[in-house]
C-alpha cells in the first residue's frame, strides 16, 4: 500500500508538472520579456508616445492640393476622422471582430485559432499587429517567435491604455504596406483608386484590406485574379458579420475590378521639374535644421514635413497643358521644316557631344569599353523608348539615331508670378521629365533678344522721356575698343522717317535701342537689370541693347513684374512656409522687395509694352487669340532664330516663356516660322485663355493701375505732337 500510494503522489505531481509547468514557463517569459532581460527592450513611455515610421515629405500647392511627395516609404499618415467607415468594417470583419471588447490580446480569438488552425480571423488583434508593425524586426527562429510574440502583447496592452480604439485603428492603417512603394492607407487609396481613404467604396475598401496578407499576391495590378478573388473572401467577411445584406454581397463580389492606378514617382504628375528644384533647396534646408524630437538634422525622406508652396495646382495644369498644346504642333512643323537634312551638317560635334553626354555612353566608358566598342554599340539597332508630345513610343533604333532624334525636339521653359506677392503660381520646366531633366526656368539661361529692349527703354522713361517721344530710324554707329565699329541692322533692314519709343518697341525696331545705348550707354543699363533682380553675366558692350545677355526664364519674369508691381521688384517666391509632421511650423518665407524703378517709370512702360500687343509684334494676342484685356508685353528673337521669347504681364499675373532646342545651332531657317511671336508667345496665349476662363482663379481683367499723382510726361502722342515736344520731355540729344 505505501508503494502504492507514492506511486500515486508521484503521478499527480506529474500530472500538476505537466499542467502547471507551462504556465509558470510562460508566466517566467513573460516577466523576463516585460523586463526586457530577453528578446528585444521593450519601448519606453516616450517610445509609446512617439512611435516611429518613415513619413513621406509633401509638397502642397496654393489651393491645398498634394503635388507630390519625397519618400523612401511612400507613407502619409491618415487620422481616423479621413477613414471611410467601409474600410473600418472590412478591417474588422477580416482581422479582429471582436477590436471594440478586447485590451489588446483577445484570449477568446486566441484560443479559436489554435483549435481551428486560423481559419477563423487569426489569432493576432490589430493593436497586436500594430505593435509588431512599430516596434519589431523579423525574428530569426522559433524560440525568438515565441519571445516576440509575448513582448506583442505586453506592447499591446499598453498601447491600449494609451491610445483611444480611433487612434489605434488608424496608426494600424497608417504603418501596412500595399505594394507598389505604397505605405499606408492614405498612399494606397491615392496609388490604386485616386482619391483619398474617405472616399473608399465597399469593393475598394475590400480590395486594400485584402492585400494586407500578402500585399504582392494579391497585388491588382500584378495579381488581378488572385486579388479579385481574395477581395471577395473579404466581401464574405463583411457578410458574415452583418456590415454586408446577402444582396448588396451578391452585386458588389460580381464587380470587376476597377482601378485608377498611379504609382507615386518624381518623374510623373503636376509641377515634376520644379519639384526637383524645390528637392535640391529643401535638402540643404534640412541639413542646417535640426530636429529636436531627434537632435538630428531633418530628413527630407522619413520625418513627413509638409511644405506649403505657392504653386496654383490649376495654373500649373493650365500651363503644362498650353506648353504641350501648342508645341505639339510646332514640332509637326520643325520636322517637316528640316525633312531630309540634318540641323548639325556643319557642326557634326554636336551630336558627338550629346552621344557622350548620354547614360550609355558613360556606363559603356565606365565599364572599360573601348571608343571602337561604344562606336559599335551605338550604331547597333536596339528597343528603346523615345519621347513624343503625343506619350512616349516604344521603338527600335540605333543609339545613335536617338541621340539625334532628341536633339529636334523643341524645348520650352514657363514660369507664371503675381506681381505683388512674389508668389509663383505655375513652373514648367521643360517638356517631360522622363526624357530630359534639364530645368529650363531657373537653371537655363539663353539669349534673351529683344525682350532685354524694355530695360533700355526704362532708363529713358526714368530720365523723363515720354513714349511718344520720336527717334531717326537710322543706323547708328558705335566705336569699339578694338578700333572696329558696330552698327546694328534692323530686322527687316528698313530705314528712314522717325519713330516714336512706343513705335520702336512695338515693331522692335534695333536702330531705335540703339539710339537709346548711344544716349545712356551700357553700364547704366546693366545697373538697372541689377536693381530689378537679374544677375545673370552682362558683358558692358553696346550690343546688349539689342539682348544678347543669357538670362534665366525665372529671373526675366521676376524683372518683368517690377513694372506691374509700381517698381517695386519683388523676389520670385515658391515655398511660403514648412511644417513638420504635427503642423508646428518650422519656417516661414517672406520675399525680399526692393524699389528698382519709380512709379511713374513703371506705369510708363506698361504703356509702352501695351504698344507691343495693340499693334506690333504681340498683335495676334489680340487677333487669333482673342484676349482683350490689358496687356503688356515684349516678344523676343535670337540671332538664327536659336532663341524665341514671350514676356507678358497683366495687372495681377505676368509670365514668361522661352521656347527654342537643346543646341543653339538647331533651329528653325527662317524668322517667320522661328520668330518669339510664333514659338513662345501662342504657349503664354493658350495659358492666359484658360486663367481667364476659370472663374474660380478670379483674375483681374481691369486696366493696370495709374499712379495718383499727375504724370510728369504727355503719354497722348496727338496732343504730344502738337505741343512740339514742349511737355518736359528730354529736348532732342546729338544724334
Known amino acids: 500500500m505505501p508503494a502504492a500510494s507514492g506511486n500515486k503522489s508521484r503521478l499527480v505531481l506529474l500530472i500538476w508538472i505537466v499542467v502547471l509547468g507551462p504556465l509558470f514557463l510562460l508566466s517566467g517569459l513573460m516577466f523576463f520579456a516585460y523586463k526586457g532581460w530577453v528578446g528585444e527592450q521593450l519601448p519606453s513611455f516616450e517610445e509609446l508616445e512617439n512611435p516611429k515610421s518613415a513619413l513621406a515629405s509633401e509638397i502642397i500647392s496654393s489651393d491645398q492640393q498634394l503635388l507630390g511627395k519625397y519618400f523612401i516609404e511612400n507613407r502619409t499618415n491618415a487620422h481616423y476622422y479621413e477613414l471611410s467607415p467601409n474600410v473600418i468594417q472590412a478591417l474588422k470583419a477580416t482581422e479582429d471582430i471582436r477590436f471594440e471588447e478586447h485590451s489588446g490580446v483577445d484570449l477568446r480569438g486566441l484560443l479559436r485559432a489554435v483549435f481551428r488552425a486560423g481559419t477563423a480571423g487569426g489569432g493576432s488583434t490589430i493593436t497586436q499587429q500594430l505593435a509588431k508593425n512599430l516596434f519589431h524586426e523579423k525574428p530569426g527562429n522559433k524560440i ?9 502583447w505586453i506592447i499591446a496592452v499598453r498601447l491600449e491604455r494609451r491610445y483611444t480604439k480611433e487612434e489605434i485603428m488608424a496608426m494600424y492603417l497608417n504603418t501596412v504596406e ?16 485616386g482619391k483619398g481613404p474617405d472616399s473608399l467604396n465597399v469593393q475598394e475598401s475590400a480590395l486594400l484590406v485584402g492585400m494586407l496578407q500578402a500585399p504582392t499576391r494579391y497585388n491588382p495590378v500584378r495579381n488581378p485574379k488572385n486579388s479579385f478573388a481574395r477581395r471577395n473572401v473579404v466581401l464574405g467577411q463583411m457578410k458574415k458579420y452583418d456590415f454586408l445584406t446577402e444582396e448588396a454581397f451578391d452585386s458588389i463580389s460580381a464587380l470587376p475590378i476597377r482601378l485608377n492606378y498611379h504609382q507615386e514617382d518624381h518623374n510623373f504628375g503636376l509641377a515634376t521639374y520644379f519639384r526637383e528644384v524645390m528637392r535640391e533647396e529643401l535638402l540643404k534646408w534640412c541639413k542646417e535644421h535640426i530636429n529636436n524630437s531627434t537632435g538630428k538634422p531633418y530628413s527630407l525622406y522619413t520625418d513627413g514635413l509638409r511644405i506649403y508652396t505657392t504653386i496654383d495646382s490649376r495654373m500649373q495644369r493650365y500651363a503644362e497643358e498650353a506648353l504641350r498644346e501648342h508645341l505639339t504642333e510646332k514640332q509637326k512643323q520643325f520636322f517637316e521644316h528640316w525633312k531630309g537634312k540634318e540641323p548639325w551638317k556643319e557642326h557634326p560635334e554636336v551630336v558627338t557631344e550629346g552621344m557622350k553626354r548620354s547614360d550609355r555612353y558613360i556606363t559603356m566608358k565606365a565599364a572599360g569599353a573601348s571608343d571602337k566598342e561604344i562606336q559599335k554599340a551605338f550604331n547597333k539597332k ?31 521653359g514657363f514660369m507664371a508670378m503675381e506681381p505683388q506677392t512674389g508668389y509663383v503660381r505655375a513652373w514648367v520646366g521643360g517638356n517631360d521629365y522622363r526624357f530630359f531633366k534639364y530645368d529650363h526656368v531657373k537653371a537655363g539661361r539663353r539669349q534673351v533678344g529683344s525682350t532685354f529692349k524694355p530695360f533700355l527703354y526704362t532708363l529713358a522713361m526714368q530720365e523723363g522721356y515720354s513714349p511718344c517721344y520720336k527717334v531717326p530710324n537710322a ?63 552682362i558683358d558692358a558692350v553696346p ?19 517690377s513694372f506691374a508691381n509700381k517698381g517695386v521688384w519683388t523676389e520670385p517666391t515658391y515655398i511660403t512656409r514648412i511644417e513638420d509632421k504635427n503642423g508646428n511650423i518650422l519656417q516661414e518665407f517672406v520675399p525680399r522687395k526692393v524699389e528698382a524703378i519709380n512709379e511713374e517709370t513703371a506705369y510708363l512702360m506698361l504703356n509702352l509694352m501695351q504698344g507691343v500687343v495693340q499693334f506690333g509684334t504681340g498683335a495676334r494676342l489680340r487677333g487669333q487669340y482673342k484676349l482683350p484685356y490689358p496687356i503688356a508685353g515684349k516678344t523676343g528673337t535670337t540671332q538664327n532664330q536659336s532663341d524665341g521669347w514671350f514676356m507678358g504681364i497683366t495687372p495681377d499675373l505676368a509670365a514668361g516663356c522661352w521656347v527654342g532646342c537643346e543646341d543653339r545651332i538647331v533651329h528653325f531657317r527662317t524668322l517667320e516660322l522661328g520668330q518669339g511671336a510664333r514659338t513662345a508667345m501662342p504657349i503664354w496665349a493658350l495659358f492666359m485663355q484658360k486663367v481667364y476662363a476659370d472663374a474660380n482663379i478670379k483674375i483681374s481683367k481691369g486696366e493696370f493701375e495709374a499712379p495718383k499723382e499727375k504724370l510728369s510726361v504727355e503719354l497722348n502722342c496727338d496732343r504730344y505732337v502738337q505741343q512740339g515736344g514742349s511737355s518736359g520731355e528730354n529736348p532732342d540729344k546729338d544724334f
Open 144 to 152: 525568438e517567435r515565441v519571445i516576440q510574440k509575448i513582448q506583442e
Open 178 to 193: 500595399f505594394s507598389s512603394n505604397a505605405f499606408g492607407i492614405k498612399s494606397a487609396a491615392r496609388t490604386y483608386f
Open 382 to 412: 536596339t528597343e528603346m523608348t523615345v519621347f513624343s508630345w503625343k506619350g512616349p513610343i516604344d521603338t527600335v533604333m540605333t543609339p545613335l539615331d536617338s541621340v539625334k532624334y532628341h536633339k529636334k525636339i523643341l524645348q520650352g
Open 475 to 537: 543706323r547708328v554707329y558705335f566705336d569699339l575698343p578694338t578700333g572696329e565699329t558696330w552698327s546694328p541692322e534692323n530686322a527687316d533692314a528698313k530705314y528712314g522717317g522717325m519713330l516714336t519709343l512706343k513705335e520702336g518697341l512695338a515693331e522692335s525696331v534695333n536702330c531705335v535701342s540703339a539710339y537709346l545705348m548711344k544716349q545712356f550707354g551700357p553700364q547704366a543699363m546693366i545697373e538697372i537689370c541689377r536693381k530689378m533682380g537679374i544677375s545673370a553675366p
Open 543 to 561: 550690343a546688349i541693347c539689342l539682348g544678347t545677355p543669357d538670362v534665366s526664364v525665372y529671373e526675366m519674369v521676376g524683372a518683368y513684374c
